[in-house]
């Protein structure tokens, strides 16, 4: 109640508000992110004693906030997988049984198509960018990519490339897609471009079998996908 008397009071009095999430995890969006008068939302994180400097530095643009997510934020509590299960929920308050299995996170949302309000890997810029897949190759156990980062907005900043591979269809159950890799660039600045490296072993395609058991690489095609978050990538 005290959060919705500030919001209101502030969003009534001032014709740019700035909402700061100083916070450690994921929490419900639904009254804010299309809340009337809030102009922008800036994800904190927790930082601690330099938070005042960094935050006072992204919003001037003495710096171009670059960071990306690593939570799936989901639009309601009950897109979430066993949601009514948690804790009280289910009525047993003895025993938790986690049903998930490799459904979490991105791996389900992206697996099931159920729409987050933030997907994974999401973060927003002062400027813009668009990627390049320059080649893909295999030498030995490890695969790399390169990718050319253009700026193509006004203002410098960094971008992350994310990595991600579609299994084949098998025996063993496999998600939509999982991440493989991620690289940052360095400031890239307004018209200019970067090239990036994502490199990663082969044996991350691999899964445990239960029926050997042993961790084990499927037989077929490995899709690789590149992009700038889980529901932003190009088959490559």
């Known amino acids: 109640d ?9 969003t009534d009095n001032f014709d740019k508000v700035i909402v700061l999430l100083n916070i450690g995890g994921v929490i419900d969006m639904n009254r804010l992110k299309h809340r009337p008068g809030v102009s922008s939302i800036l994800f904190v994180g927790q930082v601690g004693n330099q938070t005042g400097y960094i935050v006072a530095d992204a919003l001037t643009g003495v710096t171009n906030p670059s960071g990306k997510l690593v939570d799936t934020w989901a639009r309601s509590y009950e897109d979430y997988p066993c949601a009514n299960e948690f804790s009280s929920l289910d009525g047993d308050t003895d ?30 810029s002062y400027t813009t960018f668009t990627t390049e897949v320059l080649s893909v190759t295999q030498e030995g156990n490890d695969i790399s990519i390169w990718v050319k ?3 193509t907005g006004d203002f410098p900043g960094k971008e992350v490339v994310q990595v991600y591979f579609s299994a084949p269809e098998g025996p063993v159950d496999r998600p939509y897609q ?10 890239i600045y307004p018209g200019e471009s970067m090239n990036v ?23 077929g095609d490995y899709i690789i996908r590149v992009g700038t978050s889980s529901r932003e990538t190009n088959i490559e």
């Open 2 to 10: 005290e959060e919705e008397y500030n919001l209101n009071f502030i």
């Open 95 to 124: 025993d938790e049984f986690y049903k998930e299995g490799i459904y979490v996170g991105y791996r389900y949302f992206d697996s099931f198509g159920i729409t987050p309000a933030y997907c994974f890997g999401f973060g927003r």
């Open 149 to 151: 980062v253009y700026n």
């Open 178 to 187: 999982e991440l493989a890799g991620f690289a940052k660039t360095d400031l």
């Open 197 to 219: 490296e994502i490199t990663f072993p082969i044996d991350n395609f691999a899964c445990f079998d239960d029926r050997y058991p042993a961790r084990v690489i499927p037989d």
